[in-house]
C-alpha cells in the first residue's frame, strides 16, 4: 500500500496544476504505519507529539496541508489544558468558562507541556472535563495552579504525516474542495469564502500557534516519512504551458515561518482587551508577505487572516460604543451618588435625634429566600439599605412613604449593601 501511494504522488507532482485530483473532506483513514506520532501542529520538530496511534487505527481527515501534513479531528484519549481559575463548576464533568479570552492549551500524552494553543473560549461557553492536576507556572517561577484537562473543544485539531495514513475508500479523493489545491488559474485573483465572524467556533488559522516558535521537539520522534517528506519539498512543481516560477520569490518555509510569526503578534494583539486592539501594522504586514508570497495557497490563508482583522475590528468599535456609554452611565451614577450623599447629610444634621437611615420605604425587589423584604431607597430608586422590622414594627402601613429610621446598621455582604434592623419609624421631609 505504501508503494502505491508513493507512485501516487510522483504522478500527482508531474501532472498539470489543473489536472489535480480534489478531496472530498472530511474523510475516515487508516494508519498504515506501525505507529506513528499525532502532533500539535504541522511539523515534527516544532511541534510536540499528543498522542500516538497503531496500525489499523482509524483517523478523520479535515484537511491536507502543505508538507505534507493532514489535519485530523483529535483522535479517542486526545485532551486540552484550561486553568481551573477561569472554570466555573456546574458538576463533577461540566464547567463553564467565566473570562473571555481563555487559551486552550493541546494536552500531549507524554508530559504537561502545554505550549501550543490553537484557539481561545468566550465566558458562558461549556467545558467537559476529564481530569486536573497542579502544573507550575508557564513562564517563570511560581506557585503550582490547579488545571483542568478538557475534551478538546470544538474547531481544535491534530495533525499526522500524510504518508502514515490511506483513505478507507479510495474512491473518495475524486470530489470536493482541497483547500491546497491550486486554483485553476483563470486570469483572476482568488479570494478566500467570507469570513465567519470575529467568534466563530472555528480555530481561527490555519496552522497553531506556540509560545515559543522555536522550540524543537526531537526526542522520542518517528523518522517514519522523513525521505518522502524531503524528496517532495525539493522536487520543482511542474505546470504544463505554465510560466516558470519567478526566482525572487521566497521559499515557502520561509513565508509558512514569517506568517507563523505574524500570527503569534495577532494571538498577542487578541490576548489585551478589546479597547486596547490595533490591527494597523499587523494588517500592512500581512498584505506584505501576501504580496511577495506568489502563492495562492499562501494568499488564501493570509485572506482569511484579513478577513478576521476585519471582524474584529467590528468588536473593537461595538465594545468602543459600549465604553463610551458606560462611562457616562458611570459619571451619572456619582453625581446621584453626591447628591444623596448631601442629602443624607442635610438629614443627619438638621434632625435630632440622628437617624440611621432616610429615604422612601418600599418593597424589596429580591426573591431569595430569607432575603429582605423591604428596602430603604433615595429619590431616584437607588436601594440606601435594605429593612428587617424587630417585633411591632409594621413597615407595610410605611410603603411609598418617606421616613427617618433607627435601628442598627450593618453591611450584609451577600447583597452588597446595608442592613437595618428597624425599632422604630419617623415621617421625614426630604430635600430634593
Known amino acids: 500500500m505504501r508503494s502505491f501511494l508513493l507512485a501516487v504522488t510522483a504522478v500527482l507532482l508531474a501532472a498539470p496544476v489543473e489536472a489535480a485530483p480534489k478531496v472530498k473532506f472530511p474523510y475516515e483513514a487508516t494508519v498504515e504505519a506501525e505507529e506513528v506520532y499525532v502532533r500539535s501542529g504541522a511539523g515534527s520538530t516544532k511541534y510536540y507529539p499528543t498522542a500516538k496511534l497503531r496500525r489499523g487505527e482509524k483517523v ?60 481561545t473560549l468566550a465566558e458562558n461557553d461549556e467545558v467537559r472535563i476529564i481530569g486536573e492536576k497542579m502544573l507550575p507556572p508557564e513562564t517563570g517561577p511560581g506557585q503550582p495552579e490547579l488545571w483542568y484537562r478538557i475534551e478538546p473543544p470544538r474547531g481544535e485539531w491534530r495533525w499526522v504525516p500524510g504518508q502514515a495514513v490511506a483513505p478507507v475508500q479510495l474512491g473518495g479523493l475524486t470530489a470536493g474542495e482541497d483547500p491546497f489545491v491550486a486554483p485553476e488559474t483563470d486570469g483572476s485573483p482568488r479570494r478566500s469564502p467570507a469570513s465567519r465572524g470575529a467568534h466563530d467556533s472555528s480555530t481561527s488559522f490555519e496552522t497553531p500557534l506556540t509560545d515559543e516558535t522555536t522550540k524543537e521537539y526531537t526526542a522520542g520522534d518517528t523518522s517514519f516519512g522523513a525521505p518522502l517528506e524531503s524528496a517532495l519539498s525539493n522536487r520543482p512543481l511542474v505546470r504544463k504551458g505554465g510560466k516558470p516560477e519567478k526566482r525572487q520569490n521566497r521559499k515557502q518555509d520561509d513565508l509558512l515561518d514569517e506568517l507563523d510569526r505574524l500570527d503569534v503578534r495577532f494571538r498577542s494583539i487578541l490576548d489585551k ?82 437617624f440611621d437611615g432616610a429615604g422612601i420605604v418600599n418593597r424589596a425587589a429580591l426573591h431569595r429566600r430569607g432575603a429582605p423584604r423591604y428596602a430603604l431607597l433615595n429619590q431616584s430608586g437607588k436601594v440606601l439599605a435594605y429593612l428587617v422590622p424587630t417585633p411591632g414594627v409594621d413597615l407595610e402601613r410605611w410603603i411609598g412613604r418617606a421616613a427617618g429610621v433607627t435601628g442598627p446598621r450593618a453591611p450584609n455582604p451577600e447583597l452588597k449593601a446595608d442592613q437595618i434592623t428597624v425599632n422604630r419609624l419617623t415621617p421625614v421631609q426630604l430635600t430634593p
Open 60 to 119: 478523520v481527515v479535515h484537511r491536507h496541508d502543505p508538507g505534507g501534513w493532514f489535519m485530523i479531528a483529535p483522535p479517542p484519549g486526545s485532551f486540552s489544558w484550561v486553568p481551573a481559575k477561569y472554570v466555573q463548576k456546574s458538576s463533577a464533568h461540566r464547567g463553564v468558562i467565566t473570562a473571555n479570552n481563555v487559551a486552550i492549551r493541546v494536552g500531549s500524552f507524554e508530559s504537561d507541556i502545554r505550549d501550543v494553543y490553537q484557539r
Open 273 to 354: 482587551g478589546p479597547l486596547e486592539w490595533d490591527f494597523d501594522q499587523l494588517e500592512r504586514d500581512y498584505v506584505a508577505l501576501r504580496a511577495e508570497s506568489g502563492s495562492p495557497n499562501i494568499e488564501r490563508m493570509i485572506d482569511t487572516r484579513l478577513d478576521r482583522i476585519a471582524g474584529y475590528r467590528k468588536v473593537n468599535s461595538d465594545e468602543s460604543e459600549l465604553a463610551r456609554i458606560q462611562d457616562e452611565t458611570s459619571r451619572r451614577d456619582a453625581e446621584l451618588a453626591e447628591i444623596q450623599r448631601r442629602q443624607e447629610a442635610q438629614l443627619t444634621s438638621a434632625r435630632k435625634p440622628q
